[in-house]
């Protein structure tokens, strides 16, 4: 059974950092691309970064340069790191995978709240 469980969030000041985690199992993690998307209040859920399992990297333009999306196989997780966040990067953050993404199962996220 896949089990994608995000934790890292909190509440931060605008220019702060954040780092989450996601730790994967039920599945052959190293074989697979990660992904991090997010959902902000009344809007629809976007992706945000993707990692390929050969550790190519893409991110979302609104947070090229900011954001850096990690893995370590051995750990079977997946990292994003957040700098220089906004208060637009207030949302619900998910790891996921593609397969069940297409599907609709998400896991619980984690909660970031950026605000002074």
């Known amino acids: 059974q896949v089990q994608l469980v995000e934790s890292g969030g909190g509440l931060v000041q605008p220019g702060g950092s954040l780092r989450l985690s996601c730790a994967a199992s039920g599945f052959t993690f190293s074989n697979y691309a990660m992904y991090w998307y997010r959902q902000a209040p009344g809007k629809d859920r976007e992706l945000v970064a993707t990692i390929t399992s050969t550790g190519t990297t893409n991110y979302a333009d609104s947070v090229k340069g900011r954001f850096t999306i990690s893995r370590d196989n051995a750990k079977n997780a997946v990292y994003l790191q957040m700098n220089a966040l906004k208060p637009d990067d207030t949302a619900v953050y998910y790891c996921?995978?593609?397969?069940?993404?297409?599907?609709?199962?998400w896991g619980q996220g984690t909660q970031v709240t950026v605000s002074s």
């Open positions: 996921n995978i593609m397969v069940r993404v297409l599907g609709g199962y």
